[in-house]
């Protein structure tokens, strides 16, 4: 009896010791527990979401396969009108007309030159350009609404579900500067779109006068492609040189005739001269595109001369960068830096082909017949084979 109390003591004694220990290891246990639950409960969230977005890719799939399948109504010249109650399941095309929704389309709509309005339900999405948009309260829309060229009149309780892209395309407008002064207002789109008109247009015409050259003086052509291969150098100094004393000269010249009472007379063939110059050297950039459509084709210039397939291909070459870059003019403002960079790469790319080209011309027409001892060489004539001794 008289160890008892000793060993009481004790056992009391490692038990108040030792407890804490054991509560704070249950205590990390349960911890360990709720955090293992917790993260098998985000991963079948995850799961549920993966789910849920295979099925709505399946059913996206599904709606575009049941689109491939269905054909479109096309409306041209003449307004269309679905009533409420009715349903169509194809697309909706609109050229010319006004277009009134207040049915069910399980489809896409879009409208060209003509005022939409929507008062129902769209399954897909809505494009309408040059024309006025008014969605109406009863409107559901499930996917995109873009307009461009027109107003987007767009009532509280219409849905859309998808984005809404607007381009607007004002007329220019007179209306009072900063101090007071009426000057006309013309968008961004205006100078775009005028700006993309005059590419075009300069683009073709230079291309037709390039194919017309082609081939009403294929040999003047063809000397100035030889003097483009055999002195590339050359010609770029030599068209460096011309453009940067081109302009003083012809003022000297105009300002020389003029002092002097007889060379009056000869201003008159000053725009004769103009013209001439300007005609050399679109000869040259037609040489300089033929040769790169060769080079694209594969085919040897030298022997089979130079094609207008060939200017086609290389006036593309040297001008697309310049044309995509001023159709991206017309897209949205974050695209604005990106189209600048591509207008300025594809200035210069036809900055440096008509520099080369004037070198080339000019030099090229310089010669007495065309040809010197540095151009390429002809080709060897293909040896005959002897004949048979019988």
């Given amino acids: 009896?008289?160890?008892?109390?000793?060993?009481?003591?004790?056992?009391?004694?490692?038990?108040?010791?030792?407890?804490?220990?054991?509560?704070?290891?249950?205590?990390?246990?349960?911890?360990?527990?709720?955090?293992?639950?917790?993260?098998?409960?985000?991963?079948?969230?995850?799961?549920?979401?993966?789910?849920?977005?295979?099925?709505?890719?399946?059913?996206?799939?599904?709606?575009?396969?049941?689109?491939?399948?269905?054909?479109?109504?096309?409306?041209?010249?003449?307004?269309?009108?679905?009533?409420?109650?009715?349903?169509?399941?194809?697309?909706?095309?609109?050229?010319?007309?006004?277009?009134?929704?207040?049915?069910?389309v399980g489809d896409d709509v879009a409208v060209f030159g003509g005022n939409v309005s929507i008062n129902g339900e769209i399954q897909d999405d809505l494009f309408v350009a040059g024309g006025h948009v008014r969605l109406g309260p009863k409107a559901v829309i499930h996917g995109d609404v873009t307009t461009f060229g027109g107003g987007l009149e767009r009532d509280a309780a219409a849905r859309v579900d998808g984005d809404v892209n607007t381009a607007h395309l004002g007329w220019p407008r007179w209306a009072p500067d900063d101090w007071g002064f009426p000057s006309l207002n013309i968008g961004r789109y205006w100078w775009s779109g005028a700006a993309l008109a005059f590419t075009v247009g300069r683009f073709f015409l230079i291309l037709f006068l390039s194919i017309l050259a082609v081939m009403a003086a294929p040999r003047l052509i063809h000397n100035i492609a030889a003097r483009l291969v055999s002195a590339p150098g050359v010609s770029a100094l030599v068209g460096?040189?011309?453009?940067?004393?081109?302009?003083?000269?012809?003022?000297?010249?105009?300002i020389a005739l003029i002092i002097t009472i007889v060379g009056i007379v000869l201003?008159?063939?000053?725009?004769?001269?103009?013209?001439?110059?300007?005609?050399?050297?679109?000869?040259?950039?037609?040489?300089?595109?033929?040769?790169?459509?060769?080079?694209?084709?594969?085919?040897?210039?030298?022997?089979?001369?130079?094609?207008?397939?060939?200017?086609?291909?290389?006036?593309?070459?040297?001008?697309?960068?310049?044309?995509?870059?001023?159709?991206?003019?017309?897209?949205?403002?974050?695209?604005?830096?990106?189209?600048?960079?591509?207008?300025?790469?594809?200035?210069?790319?036809?900055?440096?082909?008509?520099?080369?080209?004037?070198?080339?011309?000019?030099?090229?027409?310089?010669?007495?017949?065309?040809?010197?001892?540095?151009?390429?060489?002809p080709p060897l004539p293909t040896p005959t084979p002897a004949p048979s001794a019988m």
């Fill in 1 to 104: 009896m008289k160890w008892l109390l000793p060993r009481l003591l004790v056992t009391v004694g490692l038990l108040s010791a030792f407890g804490p220990i054991v509560r704070a290891q249950d205590w990390q246990d349960e911890r360990d527990r709720a955090r293992a639950a917790e993260l098998e409960r985000r991963a079948d969230e995850r799961e549920q979401r993966r789910e849920a977005e295979d099925a709505r890719r399946e059913e996206r799939r599904q709606q575009r396969e049941g689109r491939r399948r269905t054909k479109a109504h096309i409306v041209i010249g003449r307004d269309y009108v679905l009533p409420a109650g009715s349903s169509v399941d194809e697309s909706i095309l609109v050229v010319g007309g006004t277009t009134t929704i207040e049915g069910h």
């Fill in 240 to 254: 460096f040189g011309i453009e940067i004393f081109s302009a003083p000269a012809i003022a000297i010249v105009v």
């Fill in 267 to 377: 201003l008159a063939a000053i725009p004769f001269f103009i013209a001439a110059f300007a005609l050399l050297w679109i000869a040259g950039y037609a040489a300089v595109a033929a040769l790169l459509g060769a080079r694209l084709r594969g085919a040897d210039w030298y022997v089979h001369g130079l094609r207008p397939v060939d200017v086609v291909l290389g006036s593309f070459m040297l001008s697309g960068v310049t044309l995509f870059g001023q159709f991206l003019t017309l897209g949205p403002e974050w695209m604005l830096p990106f189209a600048a960079m591509m207008k300025g790469t594809g200035w210069f790319v036809e900055y440096v082909a008509w520099t080369f080209a004037l070198g080339a011309a000019v030099t090229a027409w310089m010669q007495r017949n065309g040809w010197d001892g540095n151009m390429v060489p």
